[in-house]
């Protein structure tokens, strides 16, 4: 079973640049498709983005000024950079796994409070 | 982009019973890659149905998908106590992918 742990500094100032990673366990970054989704506190699920192995993204069109992603294949990682962060941002984010766009796979979550 | 609307916000039930969970799409789903998504507090959320009607790894028989085209339904059968949580459906056809507001089933 693939296990994915999200790493990340818990706080950033506004308007810093919130930089996420994830590593894959158990698995090969080869052949899905990787997602960031975030969740604010007692609020909905948002989908921010995905990259697929080959190097195509696709970014939700209400955070794409602000959104990177990438992937490190030989670490078995991939990355979100969120810029000019603000209060809004403040969100449990979860690193996910897709086959195809379907997520199937996720991990546990890490906390990212944004606050001066 | 792809708005889907859960209803009810809450159902308030017990173990044994039944719920049926609604979600809405404010277009067709292209070929109903609708999932849906179980979350329990603390917790990421943890596939249950895709594409629908297919029963994720592990999910018991008593939850089932239907529905097509923009009208979805979560049917969860006999109640246990370990099925109360907030439940999601997602479209997963077209970007950027959207989720529902959720439905909490609760005791």
């Known amino acids: 079973q693939v296990q994915l742990q999200e790493s990340g500094p818990g706080l950033v100032k506004p308007p810093e640049t919130l930089v996420l990673s994830c590593t894959v366990s158990?698995?090969?970054?080869?052949?899905?498709?990787w997602n960031w989704i975030r969740q604010p506190p007692g609020k909905g699920l948002q989908w921010i983005g995905n990259?697929?192995?080959?190097?195509?993204?696709n970014y939700n069109p209400s955070l794409k000024s602000r959104v990177t992603m990438s992937l490190d294949t030989s670490r078995n990682q991939f990355s979100l950079r969120l810029t000019s962060v603000t209060a809004g941002d403040t969100a449990m984010y979860y690193c996910?796994?897709?086959?195809?766009?379907?997520?199937?796979?996720w991990g546990q979550g890490t906390l990212i409070t944004v606050s001066s | 982009e792809t708005v889907l609307t859960q209803s009810p916000d809450t159902l308030s039930l017990s173990p044994g019973e039944s719920a049926t969970l609604s979600c809405r799409a404010s277009e067709t789903v292209a070929r109903d890659y609708l999932g849906w998504y179980q979350q329990k507090p603390g917790q990421p959320p943890r596939l249950v149905i895709y594409d629908a009607s297919s029963r994720a790894t592990g999910i018991p028989d008593r939850f089932s998908g239907s529905g097509s085209g923009t009208d979805f339904t979560l049917t969860i059968s006999r109640l246990e106590p370990d099925d109360f949580a907030v439940f999601y459906c997602?479209?997963?056809?077209?970007?950027?992918?959207?989720f529902g507001g959720g439905t909490r089933v609760e005791i």
């Open positions: 997602q479209q997963y056809a077209t970007a950027p992918l959207t």
């Open positions: 158990d698995d090969s970054i080869s052949g899905y498709y």
């Open positions: 996910a796994r897709g086959l195809g766009w379907l997520t199937t796979d």
């Open positions: 990259i697929h192995h080959d190097g195509r993204s």
